[in-house]
């Protein structure tokens, strides 16, 4: 069956350091795979696409590597600061839905 | 652009009782899907529209659960009757296909069936 992995352990991290979350995915040939943000109480908000014949894309403090061998996508937040405190979903396209992950929380300590 | 819409923002009902939650799509935007977030299951998609057309609906868990999209600015999504395991929140999101891949989120609608 079909499974996108996220750690659900939270990952805390200290301000200013560099944040890295996993996303890891099995029985998916995504053409692309998007990242999430998403705060209490709020829906989702896009971040990033990054599509299968890119190995990484960059937006401000923002990467994102998509290695289709492994099946793993990594999402790296650089300079963190406690306003990056929040749920990152990554998802995947697979028949004819978009299928996310269950989200990695991440709090940024001062 | 105000984003996408949903009301009510939370709905607390009893076992039994219609629910109907409604959703406002970004204006312009062709693709319009009803999505629902637990904590043990995480985000599911219940069923998409395309220029108001349901294409799957294959998410939707059973038939107390319905959805229609009379026009391009409005959808409903219906539990008739609802039961305490439909607790969960309700996003609606859509997109536009010509700009790119990316969903725009509602802010949910919290519901509560006791």
């Known amino acids: 069956s079909q499974k996108i992995e996220q750690n659900s352990e939270a990952l805390n991290i200290q301000e200013g350091k560099t944040a890295t979350l996993t996303c890891n995915y099995t029985?998916?040939?995504?053409?692309?795979l998007q990242w999430y943000r998403q705060d209490p109480g709020r829906g989702p908000v896009f971040l990033l696409l990054?599509?299968?014949?890119?190995k990484e894309k960059r937006k401000e403090r923002l990467k994102v590597t998509f290695d289709t061998t492994l099946k793993q996508s990594l999402f790296h937040i650089t300079a963190s600061q406690p306003a990056d405190s929040a749920t990152y979903l990554c998802?995947?396209?697979?028949?004819?839905?978009?299928?996310f992950g269950k989200g990695t929380s991440l709090l940024v300590t001062p | 652009d105000a984003g996408v819409i949903q009301s009510p923002r939370h709905e607390v009902t009893e076992m039994g009782q219609e629910v109907t939650l409604r959703c406002k799509p970004i204006?312009?935007?062709?693709?319009l899907f009803w999505y629902r977030q637990t904590m043990m299951r995480g985000l599911e998609l219940l069923i998409y529209f395309n220029n108001n057309v349901p294409i799957d609906d294959s998410g939707m868990p059973e038939d107390r659960f319905s959805a229609k999209m009379p026009n391009a600015s409005f959808s409903t999504l219906k539990i008739q009757p609802s039961e305490p395991r439909d607790s969960a929140v309700y996003f609606c999101?859509?997109?536009?296909?010509?700009?790119?891949?990316?969903?725009?989120f509602g802010p949910g609608t919290r519901l509560t069936v006791t």
């Open positions: 204006s312009g935007h062709d693709y």
């Open positions: 990054i599509r299968e014949n890119e």
């Open positions: 999101a859509s997109r536009d296909r010509d700009r790119g891949d990316e969903q725009y």
């Open positions: 998802a995947l396209w697979g028949g004819n839905a978009l299928n």
């Open positions: 029985n998916y040939s995504p053409a692309y």
